[in-house]
């Protein structure tokens, strides 16, 4: 403790020592008597230690006070203006801290939350795959749409991870959009013959994007414009400074409208038909977001829903 607090009041004594040394070379130059040269340097002296010994007693007060922790007691204290700017300094990284562990215990929240989801919509097409095996009747169709479940579940979950984790891969360059759309309409191929719904591609558009990502985001919206489908009926692509992917299925409500990017949201319809997770649209809302690009979504009840994706500049 003293040498640390003569460490810290070292400029004290060195310029009490400059202060003494020039009063013996005063007292030498003009032959002045010693005496009282000696009590000169008596007083200083004193009250040089007087204000040490004061200048110790609160700095060992601090540094107990540092020691031990902080409390609202010990402020008195610490009244410099450097120990102030350190408390401030101490409150606000404490601050940050404290955001930090709430980011991150709300990033833990939901990704629990998005397991236990996760695993919910895993074993509808598990239970499916399972009664075809037990039932024998593998209808090659039936599991391939199965499959392509199993396939897009695992993808969302493994692209939440990243976006997360913030470990997104993105790598732009110049993508024909409309071969994106032609290759998800490919992927999607026996869902759209196993609900007999037809698909038309019209138009062209380019764009300086992530190809994968983009695809990812778009699949979601497709997947929901063909789940959301009644039989026989269609779903149009229209590619023209955008993407525009019509269909006629049962609807959104008004009122679902504005959460439908919330996470888990899942709207009257999704929940009367049992097929939305409210995790699809979220996760597209949160990738296009960041390829710069927007989303709306307009829809009436049994008449279909018109989902739109564009630059977010190009927008009016």
Not at 151 to 161: E, F, K, M, T, W
Not at 289 to 298: C, N, R
């Amino acid at each position: 403790m003293i040498r640390s607090f003569l460490r810290e009041y070292r400029v004290f004594f060195f310029a009490y020592f400059l202060l003494a040394s020039s009063f013996l070379i005063l007292f030498y130059l003009y032959q002045l008597p010693w005496p009282f040269f000696l009590q000169s340097i008596f007083l200083s002296c004193t009250i040089f230690m007087i204000l040490m010994l004061s200048l110790f007693w609160k700095f060992f007060h601090r540094i107990k006070a540092l020691q031990d922790g902080i409390h609202d007691v010990d402020l008195h204290i610490l009244n410099k203006p450097i120990d102030r700017a350190y408390l401030m300094l101490l409150e606000k990284e404490k601050n940050e801290a404290r955001q930090e562990l709430l980011s991150y215990k709300k990033r833990e929240e939901d990704l629990q939350a998005v397991i236990k989801l996760w695993s919910h919509q895993m074993k509808v097409p598990l239970a499916a795959l399972s009664l075809m095996t037990q039932t024998k009747q593998l209808d090659p169709q039936g599991v391939d749409n199965q499959l392509l479940r199993l396939d897009n579940y695992q993808a969302n979950l493994l692209n939440y991870l990243k976006l997360s984790n913030q470990s997104s891969d993105f790598r732009f360059e110049e993508v024909e959009v409309r071969q994106v759309m032609v290759d998800l309409v490919k992927k999607y191929r026996t869902h759209f013959l196993h609900k007999q719904i037809a698909v038309s591609i019209e138009g062209e558009w380019k764009l300086k994007s992530d190809r994968k990502w983009l695809s990812f985001a778009l699949s979601q919206i497709l997947d929901n414009a063909i789940k959301y489908s009644q039989e026989r009926g269609s779903v149009q692509i229209q590619l023209d400074e955008g993407v525009r992917i019509s269909d006629q299925g049962i609807g959104i409500l008004p009122e679902d409208i504005p959460r439908l990017f919330d996470q888990g949201f899942t709207g009257f319809n999704g929940r009367e038909h049992q097929k939305a997770s409210g995790f699809g649209l979220y996760l597209a809302k949160r990738v296009l977001d960041q390829l710069e690009l927007a989303i709306e979504v307009t829809s009436q009840v049994d008449q279909g829903t018109q989902v739109v994706v564009r630059r977010k500049e190009d927008w009016t």
